[in-house]
């Protein structure tokens, strides 16, 4: 099993700046592709940033130049940087982690977890 924790999120002036971060832990898995979405009231979910096993990052638009997603591998860590915030970042943003699980003497397999959501909310 693989489980994930974010933290990070709460308020935070408009122009200010946030660092969302996403823990995994587990018996023995590997990470390969990290993902953040968000969802505001009344939104669909949506995509925000995401980052492969090679460092290969996409963001959408709405975040360009203000949110830069990375990863810690030796700490089965995902972070997402909110720099210059904007009211319309607020939302209850989501890390989606996607790897491979190893059991001794079993076949691995994918596995595909989301974490609980941590609320991002910035005043103007």
């Known amino acids: 099993q693989v489980q994930l924790v974010e933290s990070g999120g709460g308020l935070v002036q408009a122009g200010g700046s946030v660092r969302l971060s996403c823990v995994a832990s587990?018996?023995?898995?590997?990470?390969?592709?990290i993902d953040w979405y968000r969802q505001a009231p009344g939104k669909q979910r949506e995509l925000v940033a995401g980052?492969?096993?090679?460092?290969?990052?996409n963001y959408a638009n709405s975040v360009k130049g203000r949110f830069t997603i990375s990863r810690d591998n030796a700490k089965n860590t995902g972070y997402l940087q909110m720099n210059t915030l904007k009211p319309e970042d607020t939302a209850v943003y989501y890390c989606?982690?996607?790897?491979?699980?190893?059991?001794?003497?079993?076949?691995?397999?994918?596995?595909?977890?989301w974490g609980q959501g941590t609320q991002v909310t910035v005043s103007s």
């Open positions: 980052i492969t096993w090679r460092g290969t990052t």
């Open positions: 587990g018996s023995l898995f590997s990470i390969n592709t």
């Open positions: 989606n982690v996607k790897g491979n699980i190893f059991n001794p003497g079993r076949p691995a397999y994918e596995y595909d977890n």
